[in-house]
Structure formats: C-alpha cells, structure tokens
C-alpha cells in the first residue's frame, strides 16, 4: 500500500505561481510513476503530468507545458507540481497518484493505483 498527501493548493492571481506537493508513505519503492491530475466543477479528471520515481523522467499535457514542472525528492519521498504563469482556466481540484508499473496510457486515471485526497486551487482574473 501506498498512502499519498497532497497540499500546497491555494488562490493566486492570474500569472502567478502555486507549488503542490505530495508526500507519500508505505510502500514507495514500489512506485513506478507518480502523476498529477485535475479536475475542474463539471468536467472530468484529466492528466497534468507525471514522473518516473527512479529516473526522474516527465512527461506533460499541452496545456500545461512550459509552464509546470514536475520534480521529486527520494530523501523526502514527495513529489512537487511547480506551477507558473497560471490561468483561471487551471482552477481544479489537483491530485496526486501513484502507479506501480508502466500501463498501456499512463494519462488515464485508471493507470494509477493510489490517490492523494486532492488540493484545491483556484486562479482568479
């Protein structure tokens, strides 16, 4: 099992910057990638990114591209979703999740085996 929680969420002004971070215990050797989703009031959870837990490799969304960044402490084993030049349009509910291997398409919900409770943060105009 593992456990992951997110915080960091928050509101910031259009263009400004919001750091989350995901803390996760239990069993995280096992953790082959750990992603960010989001999910907006009436819209389904979709994929921000994700990084490999030993390698440090990332991947990214359009939408999201050049501007957030994914990084991860072993020391700590948490996972952080540096967010810059952020839009109204980024105002979700963000979650972390952790997959044990590689799936089939890892920007799918059903990829991922844990979840983080989610963090709320919203861009105002």
């Known amino acids: 099992q593992v456990h992951l929680v997110d915080a960091g969420g928050g509101l910031v002004q259009a263009g400004g910057s919001l750091r989350l971070s995901c803390a996760a215990s239990?069993?995280?050797?096992?953790?082959?990638?750990l992603g960010w989703f989001r999910q907006a009031p009436g819209k389904e959870r979709e994929f921000v990114g994700r990084?490999?837990?030993?390698?440090?490799?990332?991947f990214y969304a359009d939408s999201v591209k050049g501007r957030f960044t994914i990084s991860r402490d072993h020391v700590k084993d948490t996972v952080y979703l540096q967010m810059n030049v952020l839009k109204p349009e980024d105002t979700a509910v963000y979650y972390c999740?952790?997959?044990?291997?590689?799936?089939?398409?890892?920007?799918?919900?059903?990829?991922?085996?844990?979840w983080g409770q989610g963090t709320q943060v919203t861009v105002a105009s």
């Open positions: 999740a952790a997959a044990h291997a590689l799936r089939l398409s890892m920007d799918t919900f059903g990829a991922y085996d844990y």
């Open positions: 239990g069993r995280t050797f096992s953790m082959y990638t």
């Open positions: 990084i490999t837990w030993s390698g440090g490799s990332t």
